[in-house]
């Protein structure tokens, strides 16, 4: 086969695959192809995964969650950056007011997407780390002594907009992207915007507009942005 030849070959090779990346990943990107959730019976067991952030993004989390019905979401898991001992606090004290017992909640930590002061140059290094360990925290369970093991996937993942919240979302994309299996019909995303964002969205809210099952505000305001923003009135 002539050089010719072979680069024809590989240019089309490209094109092929390429075309087909675009369309898979518009086939799984909520705002391009919704998708309803799958019926579940009642009293199946359900895995909620909560992504918390340092200070004021911890506290409406657990404010949003105050009415959680643990008996429908049976497993909890919180997943913290860190150094973020604070949020790890508070999701036991919130576990020990909901009355829950041994083994229906764990937290995780994952690498900071970014530090405070942390210059732009190294952020992307950060963010890869983080994004990595976000792949563990989805579909494997940490043990004392640092045993890990496999487990079932999110069926929800919820978040409010820390850093940390983006590579999760990616990292939901990706898994569904390649159809790993045991992803089929889990992680469905739900992001909630910050109360304190009354005129406009934050960065991660940008990032994750088009990414996530749906979108909900908290400022009447904010719900024409994008097409995708839902008002469901003050949630924290």
Known sequence: MSGSSSLQVLIVAVILLTTSAFL?????????????????KRGTPTRLLIVLGSGGHTAEML????????????TRSYVISEGDDFSARRAIEFEAQLGSVEDTFDISTVPRARKIHQPLLTTP????????????????????????????????????????????????LALRFFGVRGTKGTMRTVYVESWARVKGLSLSGKLLLRLVDRFLVQWEGLQAIGGRSEFLGVLV
Request: overall charge positive; charged content about 15%.
């Open 24 to 40: 898979r990943l518009l086939y799984i990107l909520p705002s391009t192809h919704p998708t309803r959730p799958l019926p579940r």
């Open 63 to 74: 404010s949003l969650l105050r009415k959680l019905d643990i008996s429908l979401y049976t």
């Open 125 to 172: 290094i950060s963010a890869l780390r983080c994004l990595l360990g976000c792949f563990l925290v989805l579909g494997y369970a940490s043990r004392g002594g640092g045993e890990v093991r496999p487990r079932k996937y999110p069926d929800l993942v919820l978040t409010n907009g820390p850093g940390t919240a983006v590579c999760v979302i990616l990292a939901c």
